[in-house]
């Protein structure tokens, strides 16, 4: 009898084992299958594609399961990308996943011992790279002695960084890019567009409309080499000079290659 009743108790462990054994495995398969990531959703960056976005985030952690996921970014929330502020991650369950990125406000960038230096718009130096960032222009004529990253780049005007990030968001507004920016040492501005030169003239001075112009013109410009004088468009006069040259030295806006060109209406 006491064998029999061994033998049943041994039974009834094995059959809750395996029972139990069948709740885990159906555990398992629901949480699988309905905490399956099925979306992803990447928004507030024009610097990185999607894919790229995901490889950050997902580095390192579950990329198939919201749950997993979510146990992941909670034990290292630390996310470091490169030109990027911050990134805001939000577990949407059962199985999406909304990235947010911020990007942070770079407005140019000078050379410096073999890197591209990237700055703000207070000339703090934000980031050091070898890869050249579309739509973000080469800033020359800036003069300095070192460079220290997440300090002001040590120049003797620092007011030009406020007028060559009005710059750089005009241009953007536009959808411009140029080739780069050339700081003069009297803290005017000129745009390298192709082969042309164009003088934008004292720091802040009518700004605006001058890259609106430029923007209007940039067509025409694309073909030709010379120096386009923004420098003296105002608004009441609204008159701006081109001049064929193909010398790189700035000439006095006169004589038989000299024409002007009318403003936009």
Sequence with gaps: MEERNRKRGHKWIIAVLFFLALVAVGIFFFVNNYFEIKTVNVTGSDKYSHDQICEYVFKGRNRTNTLFFKHDYKKNTEITIPFIAKVDVQVKLPDTINITVYDKNIVGYVKYKGCNMYFDKDGIINESSTT???????VEGLEYDSIVMHSQLGIDNPEVFAYISDITQYLEKYGMYVDSLVVNKDSTLNIR???VTVLLGEC???IADKI???SC???KLKDLEGILYLDKYTKESRKIIFKETKSEEIA???GENAADIPATE
């Design 132 to 138: 050249v960032l579309d739509k973000i222009p080469y």
């Design 193 to 195: 567009l192709g082969k």
């Design 204 to 206: 802040g001075k009518d």
């Design 212 to 214: 609106y112009e430029l």
């Design 217 to 219: 013109m940039q067509e």
């Design 252 to 254: 006095e806006p006169e």
